[in-house]
Each structure stands twice: as structure tokens, then as C-alpha cells.
């Protein structure tokens, strides 16, 4: 198919929607379509090759940069991209923007739009329903069951497939197979040897670095490896470390998507101690919706997983992959990670089926599901 898609993430960026936007249309490219993105800002952005090596992408598309004025909201861009999307005569206009899926609904083009949270301010449920009771609606993708029921309370029972289907965000399997013992891994990264605990992603409020110091603090023979961070956090984070006596934790920075099963491949328990609140790079927000592609990725390594327990993992995670744990508690949190670190059977245990789940979340499954009975 020829697939418009259209977004106002920022590319290239290291926020997670960047990332999941660029993930899932390379997913759309690597089954065999033709794919063209649309999106704000000044073209060229940026090179396909330095585009690839910060996504770790495989399979290219076209990319179109666009103008557009912030104090505009984004509606000049959504006009414009739908717009140009249209004269390409696509066969599906695919959209995470709500302000374009709803225009491209009115204008009868065939349009599914992906959801990551529940249309929100001033005109997003308007938008929302514009969408939905446009003559181009053909799919909502949703990526967490949570994120299902709060749309069906607030919009009625109308997210049953064809038009609704269950979306999660996933990972490139391919990249996490045959990853080496966590020794030589550790050896590739310049890591000290021993028992690691590892983190990846941003180090916003509420994605438990808090948490991790303390752990650090109180169990100074484990190593604690952090990668992530803006320039910024991490400075701010090596301040308080080295003030608490956490010397026991390797801010390794920011890494390229494509060298992330590497890091994750030097862990021995890989960390997701996000709290009740967290905060986002678009602002602050609750964790009732929250896909994470670290949970995804930390299947995939095969390693023990010690995670916050909040009901929207649970769609991914289970006691059987993961040891799930409250939010928050240090107590419980140090008593995982003891009981990890001196189980080898446990770990094996864990490992296996993070594996074998991590089987059905691959990216181009994702994206084959996503297109499922919509082909002219």
C-alpha cells in the first residue's frame, strides 16, 4: 500500500514519541509498503544515514519536512500535510495527530489514527469525534487495553475490531538475538565486572532514579549502570550522586537506539521503577496509560526484570516475566534485587520467559496488525 503518514514529533529527537514514530513507520516500510512521513520543520532535517543511526532503522521511507507555525498549534501543518499527503494519492492516510486524522476523515480519505492517551484539552475530544464520524474513519489504534476502556467510557462501545485493535508498542527481535553473557558485554562498554543492575531511558520525575540512588546507597557491592538522560539531568544527577556517596553508578548518557542491546546485554537485572506520577516530555501526566518501549526491550535482552507494579504493565508484564513490585518501596525494591542477585535459577527462570514473550511484540508484527483488512 502507499501509506501517508503524518505526526508532529520532532525529528531527530530523543523523546520517546520520536522514536515510536519512526519505529513504527520503518516497521510499515519493512513489510513491503511504500511509505511517505510528513512532519514540522525545515527540509532537510537531517540525513537518512545520521536518521538511521539514531533510530536504529532498517528499512528506509521518504520523509517530508514541513513549516509550520507553533502559535498556529500545529493546524497549519495538519492542513498542509493532508493536503500534500492527498495529491500523493495514498492508499491510507496513518496519523498520530488529531487534528489531521479528524480533516482527513472530513475529506473522506481512508485514515487510521493511533492513540497513545485519551484526546485531551480544549478541542481534542471535538477533534476526536470529527474523527470518528467522518466519512475516512477506518481504524483507531490504541496501545493499551487502559487507554481502550477510558475511550469507550467517554466515546461509547465503538472500538471493537475491524475499527479498533489493541496496538503496543514493540522491538526489533532480530537485534536482541545471540546477545553476548553480560561479561563480555560489560567488557565492550568499559564496565567494571560484577553483578550490574541497568536502567535505560529519560530521567524525568518519576522514572525512579530516586529510587535506584537509594538502592545504590544501601547495596554499594552491586553496580548500578544508567543510559539516558539529557546533558542537563545527567549533570544534575552526577552532582547528587557524588554529594550522596553513590559511587557505585555509571551514568553512561544517552545511546543510540541502535546500540541499546548492547547496554541492556551488560545487565544482570534490568530496572523499570516508574512511580505512581511521572513525567513526560511533553510535561507531567499519570502512568495509567503508559506503554514503555523499555519493557519491550528488556524482554527481548532476556534478562530478570524488576518492575513497578501499575496495572497498565500488567498488559505486558506478569509474574511470570518480571518481579513486580510497589511503586516506591525501597524495602521491597533492595529485597528483589538481593533475592535476583543470589537466585541463578530464578534468573534462568525469568530469563527464558521474557524471551519467549518478547516473541509477540515484534515491529513489523505490530505493523502487520495495525494494517490487518484495510488493503483497497
Known sequence: MRIACIATSEVPSRTANSIQLMKACGALAGIGNDVQLWIPGLEPGAPWETLAAH??????????????????????????????????????????????????????????????????????????????????????????????????????????????????????????????????????????????????????????????????????????????????AIGAWRQRLDHAGARNVRLVGFLPNAELPGFHAACDVLLMPYGESIAISGGSGSP????????????????PILSSDLPVFREILSDQNAILLPPGDLDSWEAALLRVQRNVQLRAELSERARRDAAAFDWRARAKRALEGLAP
Open 55 to 232: 533510530y536504529g532503522l532498517r528499512d528506509r521511507f521518504t520523509i517530508h519536512w514541513q513549516r509550520s507555525l507553533k502559535a498556529l498549534r500545529r493546524y497549519d501543518f495538519s492542513l498542509n500535510a493532508v493536503l500534500a499527503a492527498r495529491a500523493w494519492e495514498p492508499d491510507l492516510i496513518y496519523t498520530w495527530t488529531l487534528q489531521a486524522a479528524a480533516l482527513a476523515s472530513r475529506l473522506g480519505r481512508r485514515t487510521l489514527l493511533e492513540l497513545h492517551d485519551r484526546p485531551q484539552g480544549r478541542f481534542g475530544p471535538l477533534l476526536f469525534r470529527t474523527f470518528l464520524n467522518g466519512r475516512g474513519a477506518r481504524r483507531a489504534l490504541y496501545t493499551t487495553h487502559a487507554l481502550r476502556q477510558a475511550l469507550e467510557a467517554e466515546y461509547g462501545p465503538r472500538f471493537d475490531p475491524p475499527f479498533g485493535q489493541w496496538a503496543p508498542n514493540g522491538v526489533e527481535l532480530d537485534r536482541y538475538a545471540d546477545l553476548p553473557d553480560p561479561p563480555i558485554a560489560r567488557r565492550a562498554l568499559g564496565l567494571e565486572e560484577g553483578f550490574t543492575a541497568g536502567y535505560s531511558g529519560h530521567l524525568y520525575q518519576g522514572r525512579g532514579a530516586s529510587l535506584m540512588m537509594e538502592l545504590a546507597l544501601r547495596q554499594p557491592q552491586v553496580q548500578f549502570a544508567w543510559a539516558g538522560g539529557e546533558p542537563e
Open 288 to 303: 495509567a496509560y503508559a506503554n514503555p518501549m523499555k519493557a519491550f526491550e528488556y524482554l527481548a535482552a532476556g534478562r
